[in-house]
């Protein structure tokens, strides 16, 4: 069983101008053995996310006709754009829509369903895609594009940049993608219209920007982030707002746009996995973008320098939006359009710099949540996220079904690069249920092949063991593979153990049922509207890794250590050395020293890999 969306990474597509005409050319066949004598170029089996596909598939041959001699291409664009200007520019309101501000204003504006009053929610996102394939057209060349046409169509858009910032509620679903995409709008309408005009728009979108989004960044992982859906990131849409702020970039030169999506980008260079893997959303946990995202990984990841086209999309849309047949969608057109006439480059190697919520080296990789808990392990091509037991989730020692991962204060970070070895030592501060503040310390080394973790904490009373997550998904070629195991030793008794009860909130890796599946299944609004990120935080027990504690030990200290990617045994040491708190862990391929807090009270950590 693989998982559906995510697939092959981004920067595999070849993206030559070649390709690009060749991927337009299959475009041009579909939409014109598909035009209606009318010049609807709408897929027959699309209902919703409709309005704008048209005009879509519309800006698509019209950017194909601009680089061939096509002769049939006039014609269909000059048909096709007399359709949508009759028959789906709406100016009365939608029965049921509930954001208006301006009652029967009379501005047009795009449908997510065409029926009137079916599902009208939708409205406000369908017309920033209208208005986004609309001066999509408006930016062709003169002479390709209808006069009497092209004037009507700004008239249009212009409303259409009216009913969005006039007549609703600016951003009604406060997702940061459409709203980013707004703005895209609006900055490429202003180069449109008279200067006095332009400025105006132009002004008001920056405006926009600065107060509706920018003031409303959502902190996650050490990063301001345009909140998506109520929260701070989706692997869905964060990758698409990426691609706005890239745009937005692009034609402003604005430079707030580039330090977000920075910021954005090194945010998700952070939490994604080194084989692309990523997971985790407040709309969708594993539905990937595809082609939607590939401006902005590529612009951004070669701003950064880090390789962000290693995120798996979902390649069914690796060009433009699809059909379950296969058949073409107008649908989010400009994305293509865009990455076309953008002349970067894929930026190809990690970043060398090391990242706070990330450890990555070679083919493993770790991703850290905001509390420095691990939210993804990589090693071997297996992915592990954090186990749940009695509703607690994460990666750390288990006593009487209580997880010790959540830090009561300050969490401390070392990172340490040496001879072929990459490690980062965690330290955070927990408190369990007798109210005992312990110190917890994680050691996370790599070779670039496996992982070695070892955590230590001051002895827990009773029997503890090491919660060390749940095997999920595999890497198969170009898929990602449902797994419910992985290579993994321990230096003390290791069992995998999988849930007894029943149920979504029991998470079997076993089953067919996925994350994504279970937590909208948890979550309190219905798929596609609810929380997944809110519904998976209420599972009660899931798969589990359950490593036991190591017999070489201080007799003050419970240590644990796994490796992950290997099922060699594992021998560890773990003794005091010199003063105070400072501990030498010893293995087969590495010695670390954990030292003292240093006069900052930082922790100190060395490294040395042990020769061959």
Known sequence: MHLLHQRGPLHDLPDSPE????????????????????????????????????????????????????????????????????????????PGYPNLRIVNS???????????????????????????????????PDGLVDVEQRAQLLDVAGGYWRWLTEATFFNPQEAGNQAIGCVVGGLMLARRLPPQEGESVRSRALGLYAEKIRAHRVHDRGALLPPEHRGAYDNNYGPISLSFLAQAHRIS????????????????DARLTNGGFDIGGPRYSEQHSGFESVLGLRYFGR?????????????????????????????????????????????????????????????????????????VVEAAGTYYLPAAVNRQHGFGPVL???????????????????????????????????????????????????????????????????????????????????TAEGAVASAGALRLTHPEARGAEHFDARGELTQEQAAFALAADPRGYGDPDEGWRHLVSSSALEAGPIADAPDDLHVFAVCYGSEEPLRVTVERAGEGEQLTVRTADFTAVIGADDKRGEPELTVRAVSA
């Not at 027959?44 to 698509?60: F, Q």
Request: aromatic share 8%.
């Open 19 to 94: 390709d690009y005409d060749a991927v337009l050319a299959g475009v041009v066949e579909q939409a014109l053995r598909r035009m209606t004598p009318e010049g609807n170029f709408e897929h027959p089996g699309c209902v919703d996310d409709i309005g704008d596909t048209s005009l879509g598939l519309t800006s698509l041959l019209l950017l194909a006709r601009q680089r061939t001699e096509d002769p049939r291409l006039p014609e269909a664009v000059r048909r096709s754009l007399a359709f949508h200007l009759r028959e789906r520019v709406y100016t009365e309101d939608n």
């Open 303 to 375: 701003r950064i320098g880090s390789d962000l086209g290693r995120y798996r999309g979902d390649t069914r849309w690796a060009r433009h939006a699809v059909k379950p047949d296969g058949g073409a969608d107008g649908h989010f057109a400009w994305m293509l359009v865009w990455q076309i006439q953008d002349p970067t480059r894929w930026h190809r190697t990690p970043s060398a710099g090391p990242a706070r919520h990330q450890l990555r080296s070679g083919i493993v990789s770790v991703a850290f949540d905001d509390r420095m808990t691990p939210s």
């Open 400 to 482: 009487d079904g209580f997880v010790f991962c959540r830090p009561m204060g300050e969490v401390r970070v070392r990172d340490v690069r040496t001879g072929g070895l990459t490690a980062k030592l965690v330290t955070k501060p927990v408190v369990g249920r007798d109210h005992v503040l312990r110190h917890l310390r994680s050691l996370y080394v790599t070779d670039g092949t496996r992982l070695w973790t070892t955590v230590a904490v001051e002895r827990l009373p009773g029997e503890p063991y090491l919660l060390a997550g749940l095997p999920y998904a595999a890497d198969d070629g170009d898929r990602v593979r449902r």
């Open 253 to 268: 030169g604005e430079e707030m746009f580039a330090e977000d999506g920075d910021v954005l980008a090194r945010y998700l």
């Open 106 to 140: 009379g501005l047009p504006y795009a449908r997510y369903v065409l029926k009137a009053g079916a599902h009208p929610i939708g409205d406000w996102p369908s017309t920033v895609w209208a208005l986004l394939q609309a001066v999509n057209i408006l930016d062709a």
